[in-house]
């Protein structure tokens, strides 16, 4: 029941519309606007949407430099993952297991496929106090 509550709780605090959110900097220097935060209670992960309108660029930070989008990508989940535990407390604990992280040009509807939209995924593991990437994904058993 505890759960429950706070995954409610949770919920309606992190369910503002997108305008409501304001848009972050990311430690590449682009410019990062949050979409509401999709709790997918079957895969006990967050699914955390960002739209970076240069994205798919050649002149961004990201075409310069091939390991600036996974930086980018870890550091939203480890500040999604302190905001959200400053309010529910430690998320394993709370029964999710980790995040997914998507970059994408342009808003694409969760769940649908828009094959002109340049969207990035990252699946991360909650470690201790920190997000790390979640391997297991790509294994092939």
Avoid: K, N
Wanted: some cysteine.
């Amino acid at each position: 029941m505890r759960l429950a509550q706070l995954i409610i709780s949770g919920l309606a605090i992190l369910g503002a519309p997108a305008a409501a959110a304001q848009a972050v900097t990311l430690p590449s220097g682009e410019t990062a606007e949050p979409l509401p935060v999709i709790w997918d209670e079957g895969a006990a992960v967050l699914r955390l949407r960002y739209i970076v309108a240069a994205l798919g660029a050649g002149d961004t930070p990201y075409a310069q430099d091939s390991e600036a989008v996974e930086r980018d990508m870890h550091w939203l989940c480890d500040e999604a993952r302190g905001r959200y535990e400053a309010e529910l407390g430690p998320l394993p604990e709370q029964g999710w297991s980790g995040a997914a992280v998507t970059l994408m040009d342009r808003d694409v509807a969760f769940g649908t496929v828009d094959s002109a939209a340049f969207q990035l995924f990252e699946w991360f593991q909650f470690a201790q106090d920190r997000c790390d990437i979640d391997l297991d994904i790509y294994d092939d058993h």
